[in-house]
């Protein structure tokens, strides 16, 4: 199947280090977006890329936080720094400009848990 | 920040009966929608309604719109166990760009 998948599931970090997650997303779909979850509360917007191009960054993304799309397939989510705070949900969803409107497919998730 | 707030924020109810959820919202939006999310897991989208729509019905799921009100319900008719999920609606703000603003969301327990 051709879902959306993320890499890896689950990660444990101690504080400082620094982590990289990767999002595949649905083939034919050039939209690829970054939510953040924590519990109880809804998903949160970071980045949104159209292709290979970043073309929108919530505030919510500190300078730790960086994402590509290089090649407008993949992309990765890399925090440095990690702080207690980062512990979360971290959600990649994709869609496709072709569809009007867009409804987003989410992966399953990287649960991030830093100690 | 949040845009959606759904209320209640849980519910529980039992097999074979219904259940409603409410959203509300604060901007123009071009349409709203609602996913599913299993403990721990990713968002399942299950239905869209766009802003010039009233109703909108998919299997056991009717959903309602009011644009004058800002409010949109969801309605699961004969619940099974398996309903058993936390209930996300999410709009657009008004922009066509994707991104999505969620509320809270509703925690959905049906008890067998």
């Known amino acids: 199947d051709t879902g959306v998948s993320q890499n890896p599931r689950h990660k444990i970090t101690k504080r400082g280090q620094n982590v990289t997650f990767r999002c595949d997303p649905i083939s034919e779909h050039n939209r690829l977006y970054w939510y953040r979850q924590t519990l109880g509360q809804g998903p949160e917007f970071l980045t949104y890329f159209q292709n290979e191009a970043q073309l929108e960054k919530s505030r919510l993304l500190s300078d730790r936080f960086s994402a590509e799309r290089p090649k407008g397939s993949f992309s990765t989510l890399e925090i440095q720094r990690t702080e207690q705070g980062d512990s979360a949900m971290y959600l990649c969803?994709?869609?496709?400009?072709?569809?009007?409107?867009?409804?987003?497919?989410f992966g399953p998730g990287t649960r991030l848990t830093v100690t | 920040s949040q845009q959606g707030e759904e209320d209640p924020q849980a519910l529980s109810i039992q097999e074979g009966e219904n259940a409603t959820m409410n959203c509300s919202y604060k901007t123009s939006i071009n349409n709203l929608q609602w996913y599913r999310q299993n403990s721990g897991r990713g968002l399942v989208h299950l239905i869209l309604?766009?802003?010039?729509?009233r109703e909108k019905h998919s299997g056991r799921l009717r959903v309602t719109l009011d644009t004058s009100k800002k409010s949109s319900s969801l309605l699961i008719t004969a619940s099974r166990a398996a309903d058993t999920a936390s209930y996300f609606c999410?709009?657009?703000?008004?922009?066509?760009?994707?991104?999505?603003?969620f509320g809270r969301g509703t925690q959905l327990t049906v008890w067998p």
């Open positions: 969803a994709s869609s496709s400009e072709l569809f009007q409107p867009l409804e987003q497919y």
């Open positions: 309604i766009r802003s010039n729509e």
């Open positions: 999410a709009t657009d703000r008004g922009s066509t760009l994707g991104r999505l603003y």
